[in-house]
């Protein structure tokens, strides 16, 4: 099965900075897709952004990017203009046949 | 839109016993089923892959015949923890897809999750 590897256990953001999350990824597939999901004390998961494998520009979502570089199996998301509502935990994702998930990263936006 | 459902939210119920969670999918016809389990403060982890009319496919170490999984029609899965013990409280999540993409990709949509707490 893929590996996803989230490096940062927490992360702090002061309110209308910018912040960016780290994923990296293991495969040996091509046609594969990415994604980030943000999971908020509801525990519903909600989609923030996804990336197609085969696309090489990055995908965008209003205040939300990707650096994807599929070489280095990297696949990081930026958050611009952080808001207190982004606080939450932030997940990435890797599908092919199905959906695998990294650790987690634990986003704390600061007033 | 595509919404998923589960059923119960939240479930308490006694060791020993065995509980049913159903996952439906409310406006599509789900090709494929997944049911994850997520710890607190941990990852969502596959547990299992299902089809319809089809035997689920188990992920490595998730006991088979503790979850069983049902997928009766192409809009309802059904998990049942069975001889549920304590350390089989956790956060179940599902999960449908529906064709979108490249294959083999489908695209998922997330129910709310449900809560066990076994006493």
């Known amino acids: 099965a893929q590996k996803i590897t989230q490096t940062q256990p927490g992360m702090f953001v002061q309110e209308k900075e910018a912040v960016t999350l780290d994923c990296t990824y293991d495969?040996?597939?091509?046609?594969?897709?990415l994604f980030w999901y943000k999971q908020p004390p509801s525990r519903q998961m909600i989609l923030v952004i996804r990336?197609?494998?085969?696309?090489?520009q990055n995908a965008t979502e209003n205040r939300f990017s990707v650096n994807f570089q599929k070489a280095a199996k990297s696949f990081s998301l930026k958050i611009s203009d952080s808001q207190l509502g982004d606080t939450a935990m932030y997940f990435c994702?890797?599908?092919?046949?199905?959906?695998?998930f990294g650790a987690g990263t634990r986003l704390t936006v600061k007033p | 839109g595509a919404v998923v459902s589960q059923h119960p939210s939240r479930v308490i119920c006694k060791s020993g016993t065995s509980v049913k969670i159903e996952c439906r999918s409310l406006?599509?016809?789900?090709?494929?089923m997944f049911w994850y389990r997520q710890f607190p403060k941990k990852s969502l982890m596959l547990m299992a892959t299902?089809?319809?009319?089809?035997?689920?496919?188990?992920e490595q170490g998730v006991e088979k015949d503790k979850f069983l999984i049902n997928h009766a029609s192409l809009t309802l899965s059904t998990l049942t923890v069975t001889s549920a013990h304590p350390e089989d409280s956790s956060f179940y999540i599902c999960?449908?897809?529906?064709?979108?993409?490249?294959?083999?990709?489908?695209?998922?949509?997330f129910g709310p999750g449900t809560r066990l707490t076994v006493l």
């Open positions: 999960s449908a897809s529906k064709p979108s993409g490249r294959p083999p990709y489908n695209e998922q949509f």
């Open positions: 495969t040996s597939e091509n046609n594969y897709y």
């Open positions: 990336q197609e494998a085969y696309k090489q």
């Open positions: 994702a890797f599908a092919y046949r199905d959906m695998r």
């Open positions: 406006d599509f016809q789900a090709t494929t």
């Open positions: 299902s089809n319809e009319g089809s035997k689920a496919t188990y």
